[in-house]
């Protein structure tokens, strides 16, 4: 774990990716399993924010369950890159941004309350780039719980949970958008929330304690950034299968070592045949190449057609959109 010796803050990172308390004291819940201070606990969560190798302690939702999402990517002239990469990253909707290694270099994700407004964000960055958008939308996801076991003996995946996704109320919407940024690192982070939503405490910790049963929320607790860390090397592996093999290799591919994302997606006719993608995040180039290589000997995978795209540059990192954001008063 790159730059963070100290044990106790390794298991603060590692252990609590998810499942984070939802209790009025949840830094006192923590701090307990640590041997540490309430404040203590706070303070190594703001250290380790200010120095960038944690993003938030908040909330993953659910792809598509109560809110809307699409992976889609665009050729950029070479000369262009870091323009159309400014206009794609001034999207609110963007939450992340990538340069990869492709004819198809910048790859980013658009979120939003419903369909209606990501093809409004699609059709915005067509317009003001002049580039065509691909977008590769979401089919079956085999996992989207992207946890980082930083150390040797740390948990990187739970498992795959059902969502439920009427127990969702349209008031459930501020409360995933404030988690999606991030708790305040206070000693009683739900109730400054709740505040600033003009409810009650009471109130928002029995919607999120529903919302996490029901997988809506699909992690809670310290979001990581993993190149801080010594993930530095990522790379999207394409692969050109058939749907109906999809059914048996996706769940596969999503079980195995070193896979820490999976899932199918709309192919493009005559422009980008691959449905099923997957996400390597290692140390090295040489130690992704390896899981890819090892990928490769299952018989369901053996001559598949596949590209790794390996990742050059990060524009934006940031928790989705899932309520539309506030216009400006003039």
């Known amino acids: 774990m790159d730059g963070v010796t100290d044990r106790i803050t390794q298991s603060l990172l590692d252990d609590w990716q998810r499942d984070f308390p939802i209790t009025q004291r949840p830094f006192l819940k923590v701090a307990e399993t640590l041997g540490l201070t309430e404040s203590d606990v706070i303070e190594r969560l703001e250290t380790q924010r200010d120095n960038g190798r944690i993003t938030r302690v908040g909330a993953t939702c659910a792809p598509n369950a109560v809110s ?3 992976l889609a990517a665009v050729s950029a002239p070479e000369d262009r890159i870091e323009d159309v990469a400014a206009l794609i990253g001034a999207e609110a909707g963007i939450n992340h941004s990538y340069l990869r290694e492709h004819d198809w270099n910048l790859w980013f994700v658009a979120t939003g309350p419903d369909r ?26 085999f996992n989207v719980d992207l946890g980082f076991a930083l150390r040797r003996n740390g948990t990187a995946q739970s498992a795959k949970r059902p969502v439920d ?24 982070p739900y109730a400054a929330l709740a505040a600033t939503l003009d409810r009650t405490e009471a109130d928002v910790l029995a919607r999120i304690a529903v ?31 058939p749907h109906d093999k999809i059914t048996t290799a996706g769940p596969l591919l999503a079980a195995q070592p070193g896979i820490t994302l999976c899932y199918e997606r709309t192919p493009v006719a005559g422009l980008w ?4 993608y997957s996400m390597i995040h290692a140390r090295s180039r040489a130690d992704a190449l390896d899981v890819l290589t090892r990928v490769c000997t299952l018989p369901e995978f053996a001559d598949v057609p596949h590209i790794p795209l390996f990742s050059l540059h990060c524009f934006k990192q940031t928790g989705a959109l899932v309520s539309e954001p506030a216009k400006e008063v003039a």
């Not at 045949?273 to 099923?276: A, Q, V």
């Open 68 to 70: 809307a999402s699409t």
């Open 211 to 241: 919302l996490s049963e029901a997988a809506i929320i699909a992690r809670l607790g310290v979001i990581v950034r993993h190149r801080a860390l010594g993930w530095r090397s990522n790379a999207m592996v394409v692969w050109d299968m």
């Open 116 to 141: 209606a407004h990501v093809n409004n964000t699609l059709n915005r960055i067509s317009a003001r780039t002049g580039l065509r958008v691909m977008d590769l939308q979401l089919v079956r996801p």
């Open 273 to 276: 045949p691959y449905r099923l």
């Open 165 to 188: 996704a009427s127990v969702f109320q349209p008031g459930d919407r501020p409360i995933l958008q404030a988690l999606t940024r991030g708790l305040p690192l206070v000693p009683r």
